[in-house]
C-alpha cells in the first residue's frame, strides 16, 4: 500500500525503526476512511519525521509507544508552530488504539473528591432506578454538581443531614440571573431530583423537593419562528450543487422544507428507511417514539438518488447522511443546525433565525396557508394531538382576517350631546399613586416578605401588584403591633376589617395572598399561623357582560371622532382610532396602550401584540376598512409633527414631541363619559365597562358566523387564537350567555334536522320565512 503513495521511497518508509512495520496498514486505514491519496501522502510524509523524533526521545519499537509519548510529540511541533503534524499524531495513536496496539488512554487513578463520589452514586441511581436517557442525566448531573459546589461540598460533606430551604432558594436566586423561566425550569427539575435522591437515601431529613416553586411556563408564549415560502425557496436554491457537500446540503433541507421533519429525524435516516418499491419513506420519531410513513415523491427521490450517486461516500454505514470529508461517518446531532446556518449566511438572505427548525414550522404555516386541514397538517408533522398543531394557527394571517370585523356603521340616526367640558382635562389619582408606600419594610415580617418576594422575582413572576398587598400588611403591623415578632389570628382579622369597604373577589385575593406568604414562612417555622381558607369571602358571581350592537359603538366612534378639544393635538382623532381598535380587533386595553408604531405592519396589515396576559405574543390582522383607516390616522399623524418613530405609541397623548401614552384609567374616564353622554347603560343602569367592548367583539363575531352559515365549532380555535385566549375552552365561555347565539343556533338545527318531525299543515312551520 505504501508503494501506491510513495512509488519511489517506499523502502525508505518500510525500513523506518519505530512505525515502519505498521505505516503500510496504515495508509490502508486512511483511505478507508474517506482520506484522500494527497492526504495520506502527507500524512505518510509528517510519519517520516515522527519516526525521527520519537527514536530521540528512546523509543525502539512500536511496543514501546505510549500516550505520554504522542503528547510530548504535539509538544515539541506545538512549540515549532507546526501544528499541521499534531493531526498525523492523533490519527496514528488512533489507529494504534483501534487495532490494539495501543491502550486506551486512562488517566492516573485519584481519590475521588466527595462531590464527584455524590455525583456518580447519583448518576448511577438515575440510570439503573429512574431509567433516564443519557441526555436527561447529563443535564441533572450538571446542574446538581453546581448546586453542590454552591454548598461547598467537598469542605462540608455533612452539609445536607442540616440542609434548610433557604440555600435552596439562594441557589435558585444565583440561577435566576444566568437563565430564563425556561432554562430555570430545567435547574428546579434537576434540583428536585438530587433532593429527591437525597431523601430518599435518609440523607437529606426533610423533602425539601416538595418544597422548591418551578417557574412559571405559559403555552404558546412565542409565536413560531417561520419564514415565508418564498425565501425557503431561495434558500434551496442559493445551495450550489456542484460539490459533493452542496449535493448532501441541498438534500438534507429539502426533505426538511418537503415534509417539515425535526433534525434529530433528519440525521437519524437510514438506508433501510427508503422503500423505493413502495414509494415510502419511514421516520421514526425520537420524541413521540413512532413511526410515521410519509410518501416518497418523485422530487425527493430524485434528491436522494443524485446525492446517494454523486456525494454519498462508498463506506459501510447504513446511516443516509454522512460525512462528506474524511473522517467519514455519521453526521452529528447538530449536523442539520449547521448546514442551515452556512448556507443561511452564503445566501445573503434576510433570516433572522438561527436554528433549522424554523424550516420545520414554515412548512406548516405553508400547509395551512394552502387549506390544508389542521388535522391533516398534524398528521404529516406527526403531532399526538390536534392542539400540538393549533400553534401554526397563530400565523395563518388571512383564516385569521376573516375574524377581523370591518369598521362598525350606525344604523340609526342620534344626536351628539357630548359638549368638550365634559372631556376637559382634570387631575387624575391613577392606582398606583392611590396605593402608593413608603419603600421601606418596617415590621416584624420584613424579612420574610422580602425573601418572598426575591423568590418569587427570580423565577420569573412580577409581582407588582402583589407587593401592594404585602406593603398595606407591612405598614397595618408596624403601625399597630411595632414589639411583636410573629403574626397571629387576630392580627390577620383586624387588617383584614381594614379593606372591608372592597368587594368580596378583592378581598378574597388580598388574603389569599397573605396565606401563601404563610406557606412559604411555614416551610422554615411549622409552628406558624395559616389563615384557615374556609374563613375567607366567596367570590363574586361574573359580571354580566353588556354586549354592546355595532351600532352603538358607531355612535361611539362618531361621538368621539367629533370632539374640538384643545388639550392636545389630534387627540378626537386618536380617541377614535383607539376606541376603534378595542371594538374591531378585541384587544385588551392594557394591549392598546402598550401598542407601538413599531409594532404595525402595513404591507401585512397585521399587529403585534408583545408579551401581553399570560407572556403570550400574537399577530391580530386587521380588515381592509379597519386597516385603511389606520394608514389614514398614521398619514394625518405624519402631517401635524407627531413623532413616528417605532417606539412611539400608537395611542398618543400631547403636544408634538412632548408627551405620554394614554393611562389605562384615563381611557376608562372618556369610555364613560362618552357611554353616560349618549345615554347607552346597562340593565343595572350603569355606563358598559370598557372591557365590554372585548366581549362585545368576540359576540359580534359570532354571531356573524351563525348569519353567514359558517361552521361555528370550527371557527372557535381561530377566535380563540385572534383573542389571545389559552385555550378555546375560554372562547366556549361567549356561546353560554347570548341569547341571540341560541335564537341563531335553534333557527339552523331546525332548518337543517326539524323536516324529520311531521307537523299539522294547518300549523305552518314555525321558522318559514
Given at each position: 500500500m505504501?508503494?501506491?503513495?510513495?512509488?519511489r521511497?517506499?523502502q525508505?518508509?518500510?525500513s523506518l525503526?519505530?512505525?515502519?512495520?505498521?505505516?503500510?496498514?496504515?495508509?490502508?486505514?486512511?483511505t478507508?476512511?474517506?482520506?484522500t491519496?494527497?492526504t495520506?501522502?502527507?500524512k505518510?510524509?509528517?510519519?517520516?519525521?515522527?519516526?525521527?523524533?520519537?527514536r530521540e526521545?528512546?523509543?525502539?519499537?512500536?511496543?514501546?509507544?505510549?500516550?505520554?509519548?504522542?503528547?510530548?510529540?504535539?509538544?515539541?511541533?506545538r512549540?515549532?508552530?507546526?501544528?499541521?503534524?499534531?493531526?498525523?499524531?492523533?490519527?496514528?495513536k488512533?489507529?494504534?488504539?483501534e487495532?490494539?496496539?495501543?491502550?486506551?488512554?486512562?488517566?492516573?487513578?485519584?481519590?475521588?473528591t466527595p462531590?464527584?463520589a455524590?455525583?456518580?452514586?447519583?448518576?448511577?441511581?438515575?440510570?439503573?432506578?429512574?431509567?433516564?436517557?443519557p441526555?436527561?442525566?447529563?443535564?441533572?448531573?450538571?446542574?446538581?454538581?453546581?448546586?453542590?459546589?454552591?454548598?461547598?461540598?467537598?469542605?462540608?460533606?455533612?452539609?445536607?443531614a442540616?440542609?434548610?430551604g433557604?440555600?435552596?432558594?439562594d441557589?435558585?436566586?444565583?440561577?435566576?440571573?444566568?437563565?430564563?423561566?425556561?432554562?430555570?425550569?430545567?435547574?428546579?427539575a434537576?434540583?428536585?431530583?438530587?433532593?429527591?435522591?437525597?431523601h430518599e437515601?435518609?440523607?437529606?431529613?426533610?423533602?425539601?423537593?416538595m418544597?422548591?416553586?418551578t417557574p412559571r411556563?405559559?403555552?404558546?408564549?412565542?409565536?413560531?419562528?417561520?419564514?415565508?415560502?418564498?425565501?425557503?425557496?431561495?434558500?434551496?436554491?442559493s445551495?450550489d450543487?456542484?460539490?459533493?457537500?452542496?449535493?448532501?446540503?441541498?438534500?438534507?433541507?429539502?426533505?426538511?422544507?418537503?415534509?417539515g421533519l425535526?433534525?434529530?429525524?433528519?440525521?437519524?435516516?437510514t438506508?433501510?428507511?427508503?422503500?423505493?418499491r413502495?414509494?415510502?419513506l419511514r421516520?421514526?420519531?425520537?420524541?413521540?417514539?413512532?413511526?410515521?410513513?410519509?410518501p416518497?415523491?418523485?422530487?425527493?427521490?430524485?434528491?436522494?438518488?443524485?446525492?446517494?450517486?454523486?456525494?454519498r461516500?462508498?463506506?459501510?454505514y447504513?446511516?443516509?447522511?454522512?460525512?462528506v470529508?474524511?473522517?467519514n461517518?455519521?453526521?452529528?446531532r447538530?449536523?442539520?443546525?449547521?448546514?442551515?446556518?452556512?448556507?443561511?449566511?452564503?445566501?445573503?438572505?434576510?433570516?433572522?433565525?438561527?436554528?433549522?427548525?424554523?424550516?420545520?414550522?414554515?412548512?406548516?404555516?405553508?400547509?395551512?396557508?394552502?387549506?390544508?386541514?389542521v388535522k391533516a397538517?398534524g398528521?404529516?408533522?406527526?403531532?399526538?394531538?390536534?392542539?400540538?398543531?393549533?400553534?401554526?394557527?397563530?400565523?395563518?394571517?388571512?383564516?385569521?382576517?376573516?375574524v377581523?370585523?370591518?369598521?362598525?356603521r350606525?344604523?340609526e340616526?342620534?344626536?351628539?350631546?357630548?359638549?368638550?367640558?365634559r372631556?376637559?382635562?382634570?387631575p387624575?389619582?391613577?392606582?398606583?399613586?392611590?396605593?402608593?408606600?413608603?419603600?421601606v419594610?418596617?415590621?416584624f415580617?420584613?424579612?420574610?416578605?422580602q425573601?418572598?418576594?426575591?423568590?418569587?422575582?427570580?423565577?420569573?413572576?412580577?409581582?407588582?401588584?402583589e407587593?401592594?398587598?404585602?406593603?398595606?400588611?407591612?405598614?397595618?403591623?408596624?403601625a399597630?403591633?411595632?414589639?411583636?415578632?410573629?403574626?397571629?389570628?387576630?392580627?390577620?382579622t383586624?387588617?383584614?376589617?381594614?379593606?372591608?369597604?372592597?368587594?368580596?373577589?378583592v378581598?378574597?385575593n388580598h388574603?389569599?395572598?397573605?396565606?401563601n406568604?404563610?406557606?412559604?414562612?411555614?416551610?422554615?417555622?411549622?409552628?406558624?399561623?395559616?389563615?384557615d381558607?374556609?374563613?375567607?369571602?366567596?367570590?363574586?358571581?361574573?359580571?354580566?357582560p353588556?354586549i354592546?350592537s355595532?351600532s352603538?359603538?358607531?355612535?361611539?366612534?362618531?361621538?368621539?371622532?367629533?370632539?374640538?378639544?384643545?388639550?392636545?393635538?389630534?387627540?378626537?382623532?386618536?380617541?377614535?382610532?383607539a376606541?376603534?381598535?378595542?371594538c374591531?380587533?378585541?384587544?385588551r386595553r392594557?394591549?392598546?396602550?402598550?401598542?407601538?408604531?413599531?409594532?404595525?405592519?402595513?404591507?401585512?396589515?397585521?399587529?403585534?401584540?408583545?408579551?401581553?396576559?399570560?407572556?403570550k405574543?400574537?399577530?391580530?390582522?386587521?380588515?381592509?376598512?379597519?386597516?385603511s383607516?389606520?394608514?389614514?390616522?398614521?398619514?394625518?399623524?405624519?402631517?401635524?409633527?407627531?413623532?413616528?418613530?417605532?417606539?412611539?405609541?400608537?395611542?398618543?397623548?400631547?403636544?408634538?414631541?412632548?408627551?405620554?401614552?394614554y393611562?389605562?384609567?384615563?381611557?376608562?374616564?372618556?369610555?364613560?363619559?362618552?357611554?353616560v353622554?349618549?345615554?347607552?347603560?346597562?340593565?343595572h343602569?350603569k355606563?358598559?365597562?370598557?372591557?365590554d367592548?372585548?366581549?362585545?367583539?368576540?359576540v359580534?363575531?359570532?354571531?356573524?358566523?351563525?348569519?353567514?352559515?359558517e361552521?361555528?365549532?370550527?371557527?372557535?380555535?381561530?377566535?380563540?387564537?385572534?383573542m389571545?385566549?389559552?385555550s378555546?375552552?375560554?372562547?366556549?365561555?361567549y356561546?353560554?350567555?347570548?341569547?341571540?347565539?341560541?335564537?341563531?343556533?335553534?333557527v339552523?338545527?331546525?332548518?337543517?334536522?326539524?323536516?324529520?318531525?311531521?307537523?299539522?299543515p294547518?300549523?305552518?312551520?314555525?321558522?318559514?320565512?
Open positions: 505504501i508503494s501506491k503513495f510513495r512509488p521511497a517506499h525508505r518508509y518500510s525503526p519505530v512505525l515502519g512495520p505498521i505505516l503500510d496498514e496504515f495508509a490502508e486505514w486512511s478507508r476512511r474517506g482520506y491519496f494527497l495520506v501522502r502527507y505518510l510524509h509528517d510519519a517520516r519525521h515522527l519516526d525521527g523524533l520519537f526521545f528512546g523509543i525502539q519499537g512500536v511496543s514501546d509507544l505510549t500516550h505520554d509519548s504522542f503528547e510530548a510529540a504535539c509538544s515539541h511541533y512549540r515549532r508552530g507546526l501544528i499541521q503534524i499534531c493531526g498525523t499524531i492523533n490519527r496514528i488512533q489507529f494504534l488504539e487495532t490494539g496496539r495501543l491502550a486506551p488512554h486512562c488517566p492516573p487513578a485519584t481519590a475521588p462531590i464527584t455524590e455525583m456518580d452514586r447519583f448518576v448511577d441511581y438515575l440510570r439503573k432506578v429512574r431509567g433516564f436517557e441526555s436527561t442525566i447529563g443535564s441533572h448531573a450538571r446542574y446538581s454538581k453546581r448546586f453542590l459546589e454552591h454548598l461547598s461540598y467537598d469542605r462540608h460533606a455533612d452539609v445536607m442540616s440542609l434548610a433557604k440555600e435552596v432558594e441557589f435558585l436566586c444565583i440561577c435566576a440571573r444566568q437563565f430564563n423561566r425556561y432554562s430555570l425550569q430545567h435547574v428546579v434537576s434540583l428536585r431530583a438530587f433532593l429527591r435522591f437525597q437515601q435518609g440523607a437529606l431529613p426533610t423533602p425539601l423537593h418544597r422548591i416553586d411556563i405559559y403555552r404558546l408564549e412565542q409565536l413560531p419562528h417561520s419564514l415565508s415560502w418564498e425565501t425557503v425557496n431561495s434558500l434551496l436554491l445551495i450543487r456542484t460539490n459533493k457537500t452542496g449535493i448532501r446540503d441541498y438534500a438534507v433541507l429539502f426533505l426538511m422544507a418537503t415534509y425535526r433534525n434529530c429525524e433528519i440525521i437519524a435516516l438506508l433501510d428507511d427508503i422503500d423505493w413502495a414509494g415510502v421516520i421514526r420519531q425520537k420524541k413521540t417514539r413512532n413511526l410515521l410513513l410519509l416518497l415523491t418523485d422530487a425527493v427521490a430524485e434528491a436522494l438518488i443524485d446525492y446517494l450517486e454523486r456525494s461516500p462508498m463506506v459501510p447504513r446511516e443516509l447522511f454522512l460525512r470529508h474524511a473522517p461517518g455519521p453526521l452529528e447538530t449536523a442539520a443546525t449547521d448546514i442551515f446556518q452556512y448556507w443561511t449566511r452564503r445566501s445573503g438572505l434576510d433570516i433572522p433565525f438561527q436554528g433549522s427548525h424554523c424550516v420545520r414550522h414554515s412548512y406548516a404555516v405553508h400547509l395551512l396557508r394552502q387549506g390544508v386541514s397538517i398528521d404529516l408533522l406527526g403531532h399526538r394531538t390536534t392542539e400540538s398543531t393549533c400553534i401554526y394557527l397563530r400565523l395563518a394571517v388571512e383564516d385569521l382576517r376573516s377581523a370585523l370591518p369598521v362598525p350606525k344604523t340616526a342620534a344626536p351628539n350631546t357630548l359638549g368638550a367640558s372631556l376637559s382635562p382634570r387624575q389619582k391613577t392606582f398606583a399613586a392611590a396605593r402608593r408606600s413608603p419603600s419594610w418596617r415590621s415580617l420584613a424579612e420574610d416578605i425573601s418572598y418576594l426575591r423568590l418569587k422575582r427570580s423565577l420569573g413572576r412580577i409581582y407588582r401588584s407587593a401592594f398587598s404585602f406593603r398595606s400588611l407591612d405598614a397595618f403591623l408596624a399597630g403591633y411595632p414589639s411583636s415578632n410573629d403574626l397571629t389570628g387576630e392580627m390577620f383586624q387588617w383584614c376589617a381594614t379593606f372591608r369597604h372592597l368587594s368580596p373577589t378581598r378574597r388574603m389569599r395572598l397573605v396565606r406568604l404563610c406557606l412559604y414562612r411555614r416551610r422554615s417555622r411549622p409552628q406558624s399561623f395559616l389563615p381558607l374556609l374563613s375567607f369571602p366567596r367570590n363574586n358571581p361574573p359580571v354580566q353588556h354592546l355595532e352603538d359603538m358607531a355612535r361611539i366612534l362618531e361621538a368621539a371622532g367629533s370632539l374640538h378639544l384643545r388639550s392636545s393635538l389630534l387627540r378626537a382623532e386618536t380617541l377614535r382610532m376606541f376603534l381598535l378595542l374591531t380587533t378585541g384587544m392594557g394591549e392598546l396602550v402598550r401598542l407601538k408604531l413599531g409594532d404595525i405592519d402595513a404591507s401585512e396589515r397585521t399587529l403585534f401584540i408583545r408579551e401581553t396576559k399570560f407572556h405574543s400574537r399577530l391580530i390582522p386587521l380588515s381592509d376598512s379597519v386597516a383607516e389606520l394608514k389614514a390616522y398614521l398619514s394625518l399623524r405624519q402631517r401635524n409633527g407627531l413623532p413616528m418613530d417605532m417606539t412611539s405609541p400608537v395611542a398618543w397623548h400631547g403636544f408634538h414631541s412632548k408627551g405620554k401614552r393611562s389605562d384609567s384615563r381611557l376608562f374616564t372618556i369610555w364613560t363619559d362618552l357611554c353622554s349618549l345615554n347607552i347603560y346597562t340593565i343602569g355606563p358598559p365597562r370598557l372591557h367592548i372585548r366581549h362585545s367583539f368576540a359580534n363575531a359570532l354571531l356573524r358566523c351563525y348569519r353567514d352559515g361552521d361555528v365549532q370550527a371557527k372557535l380555535p381561530l377566535l380563540s387564537t385572534y389571545g385566549h389559552v378555546v375552552v375560554s372562547t366556549h365561555y356561546l353560554t350567555f347570548i341569547e341571540g347565539l341560541r335564537s341563531e343556533a335553534s339552523r338545527f331546525y332548518r337543517r334536522f326539524g323536516n324529520v318531525i311531521t307537523l299539522n294547518s300549523e305552518g312551520a314555525p321558522y318559514e320565512d
